[in-house]
């Protein structure tokens, strides 16, 4: 079995910096929106963590004296956010407009890739919180110029730092980007996967567009 070093390709002695350079690049290639596979990108993710703990482990004390935690209430808390897969919505005959849509999705017993909820941590946008729990969601361009990472936003607010794309009537209806969208209220509803939604299938980059870009020279 590869040891979590040579499936991030890069050498145990690297350093963390490096390491966190090379899970960038694998990541990417291990997307399926980026000729991966899910299971690739858990792999990936499970070597990334697998490599950073070795490290913690293998980091040697400096100081005997241990600094008491500080509170957690200190700091800041991150949002809670229920997600939803726009994909199931046909086979259950949803529609995002549904007034009680996440309770009938709480109630229909979903795979976890397609409903749940996770804690979007401070300094993660939604869709690096998804990525870190191990989530493919759908991206391209991560730059605020496409709609391929795009989520309806049912309940809770969510700021994108970056968008050239989204026009405003569908900002009005509540269609947000995750690549950098960072969540401004503690508890927030999205509906995920929502890039063949009316309106924003002309707004989408192909999933590889330097690669087929070099395909067609
Ligand atoms: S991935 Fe293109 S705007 Fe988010």
Same mark, same amino acid.
């Given at each position: 079995?590869?040891?979590?070093?040579?499936?991030?390709?890069?050498?145990?002695?690297?350093?963390?910096?490096?390491?966190?350079?090379?899970?960038?690049?694998?990541?990417?290639?291990?997307?399926?929106?980026?000729?991966?596979?899910? /299971?690739?990108?858990?792999?990936?993710? $499970?070597?990334?963590?697998? #490599?950073?703990?070795?490290? &913690? @482990? *293998?980091? %040697?004390?400096?100081?005997?004296?241990?600094?008491?935690?500080?509170?957690?209430?200190?700091?800041?808390?991150?949002?809670?956010?229920?997600?939803?897969?726009?994909?199931?919505?046909?086979?259950?005959?949803?529609?995002?407009?549904?007034?009680?849509?996440?309770?009938?999705?709480?109630?229909?017993?979903?795979?976890?890739?397609?409903?749940?909820?996770?804690?979007?941590?401070?300094?993660?946008?939604?869709?690096?919180?998804?990525?870190?729990?191990?989530?493919?969601?759908?991206? /391209?361009?991560?730059?605020?110029?496409? $709609?391929?990472?795009?989520? #309806?936003?049912?309940?809770? &607010? @969510? *700021?994108? %730092?970056?968008?050239?794309?989204?026009?405003?009537?569908?900002?009005?209806?509540?269609?947000?980007?995750?690549?950098?969208?960072?969540?401004?209220?503690?508890?927030?509803?999205?509906?995920?996967?929502?890039?063949?939604?009316?309106?924003?299938?002309?707004?989408?980059?192909?999933?590889?567009?330097?690669?087929?870009?070099?395909?067609?020279?």
């Amino acid at each position: 079995m590869a040891s979590p070093f040579e499936v991030l390709d890069i050498d145990p002695d690297a350093s963390e910096a490096d390491l966190r350079r090379a899970y960038r690049e694998r990541i990417i290639e291990a997307h399926p929106d980026h000729g991966g596979s899910t /299971a690739e990108f858990q792999r990936v993710r $499970a070597a990334y963590e697998a #490599a950073k703990a070795g490290r &913690e @482990l *293998e980091a %040697p004390p400096e100081q005997e004296e241990i600094e008491e935690e500080p509170e957690p209430d200190d700091g800041p808390e991150g949002a809670h956010v229920e997600y939803l897969n726009y994909a199931v919505l046909d086979d259950h005959g949803w529609d995002v407009g549904d007034s009680d849509l996440f309770g009938k999705a709480g109630d229909a017993d979903l795979d976890p890739v397609n409903h749940g909820k996770f804690v979007v941590e401070p300094g993660e946008s939604l869709l690096e919180a998804a990525e870190n729990r191990g989530f493919a969601w759908p991206y /391209a361009c991560r730059g605020g110029a496409c $709609a391929n990472c795009a989520v #309806a936003v049912v309940e809770g &607010e @969510l *700021e994108m %730092p970056a968008d050239t794309i989204l026009p405003p009537e569908m900002k009005a209806h509540g269609i947000r980007l995750s690549c950098n969208g960072i969540p401004l209220t503690d508890e927030m509803k999205v509906i995920y996967n929502i890039k063949h939604l009316p309106g924003l299938d002309e707004l989408r980059l192909p999933p590889r567009p330097f690669e087929q870009a070099h395909a067609s020279d």
